[in-house]
């Protein structure tokens, strides 16, 4: 007989964790359990462990909104962050609930009882196992942790060096005294470049096209000055509200005077990278906020291009050689390490098959609802957060909002909560309004966005605090029902959450 839980949570990284907090907290009867197909906490934090992996937002607003973040450092490393996660879950007794190794292979949900049956494996025994829940929070990110995406370089086996994806760091890599090659101009070729010259002999940043890059400073002086008289969670709150309001205010000034902000940005390289510096390699085609920008403490990367310890070179591959890159130019790049800071794959749902009443989903008919759930998927939430802003502002919002869904389920006593459109003059737009190239190569399967509320994708966090912090829950699109049958432990629909 399968475990039934009136919650499960599928993954047990930032979002994972903090959304059973706010389980626990807010809706203290029911039961869960957190499913995490590794073996540790952490998620992303976990997974990612090349030179100098940090987070690319402050930890003010990265953090949770329950938790302070006491360390000095407000653009944090990974192990600490990492650590910052495990410290929450050993608190709340969360960790307790974890089941490691367990991969969830699919889900299928039944209307006549009210619940998702989730075939899990367990990779320890290589066994698959059922388990049921009244209500499904994916918590498992948006790219798929197996499999980092690379190009198909032409010469790929003709290459005689080292060939590394940054998702699959190898451990103790000498890179000392070596030449090394970064494909890529996101943040975590960013990251990488400044980190590596403390031993490399050169690194060279390669990159088809500029991304925007921004310095931020590494610490608070404001919360080290207030935290001297003040509680840390005044301070925390007072950096968090402070932060929000920068960040918005940054992205709503980008759309509204792009060429303003790009030329303010490129300003502020220049000052950093000294005169006679070429700014082609610092001026994208895109629009600021088109991706997101590039965050880099305390300008670490400007540093080491002005002291000739690393470069940027701005061109297309050819191909790779026994020795380096060939680059279209014709000029060639020596190399003794390749790190292909190409990006991610995007994946849904860490890559389960999802199941209604026998019918197999195909997301990509889905229109998103609050930025949390889906039409015609019952019981079900993904947590997904801004593009421009931290994570976890929404992640604590979409936990929240599901404690509310909760609660009011109980009161009326309903045990289904279905998105449904049908407005006729709701229109299909785009998931993310966003050019990266993981975001591209996705657009087949994601879900679909609509032209207003509530099926439209606000990148907002102060429009989604009231949508889904305050605003009413009946509102006419998320339908409240009951189960048609009796459910699977033969007492009333209406009793089951008292089984459980």
Partial sequence: MSEHFDVLIVGAGLSGIGAAWHLRDKCPDKTFAILEGRDAIGGTWDLFRYPGIRSDSDMYTLGYNFKPWTDTKIIADGPAIRGYVKDTAAEAGIDKKVRFGHKVVSAEWSSETATWTLAVLNKATGQTASMRCNFLMMCSGYYNYEQGFTPDFK???????????????????????????????GATAVTLVPSMTDKAKHVTMLQ?????????????KMAEVLRKVLPDMWVYRIGRARNIMLTAAMFRLSRSYPNAI?????????????????????????????QRLCAVPNGDFFRVLRQGKASVVTDHIDCLTATGVRLKSGKE???DIIVSATGLNLQLFGGMTLVVDGQSVDMSDKLNYKGLMFSDLPNLTMTMGYT????????DLIAEYVCRLLKH???TGTRICTPRQNDPTVKAEGFLDMTSGYVQRALDVLPKSGNKAPWKLFQNYTLDMNLLRR??????????????????????????????
Avoid at 266 to 283: E, I, L, N, P, S
């Fill in 155 to 185: 010469g790929r086996d003709d290459y005689k060096g080292q060939f590394i994806h940054p998702q699959f760091w190898p451990e103790n890599l000498d890179y000392a005294n070596k030449s090394v090659v970064v494909i890529g101009s």
């Fill in 208 to 220: 088809r096209s500029p991304s925007y890059v921004i310095t931020v400073p590494q610490r608070d």
């Fill in 262 to 290: 790009r030329k303010m940005l490129q300003a502020q390289v220049k000052a950093q990278v000294g005169k006679g510096y070429d700014m082609t390699h610092f001026t994208p085609s895109y629009k600021p906020w088109d």
């Fill in 333 to 335: 790049l020596q190399a």
């Fill in 388 to 395: 421009n802003a931290s994570w976890t502002l929404k992640a």
């Fill in 409 to 411: 389920m109980d009161e």
């Fill in 471 to 500: 605003g009413k829950l009946d509102d006419g699109v998320l339908a409240f029902t009951s189960p048609s049958k009796v459910a699977h432990t033969g007492q009333p629909a209406q009793q089951q959450r008292y089984a459980s």
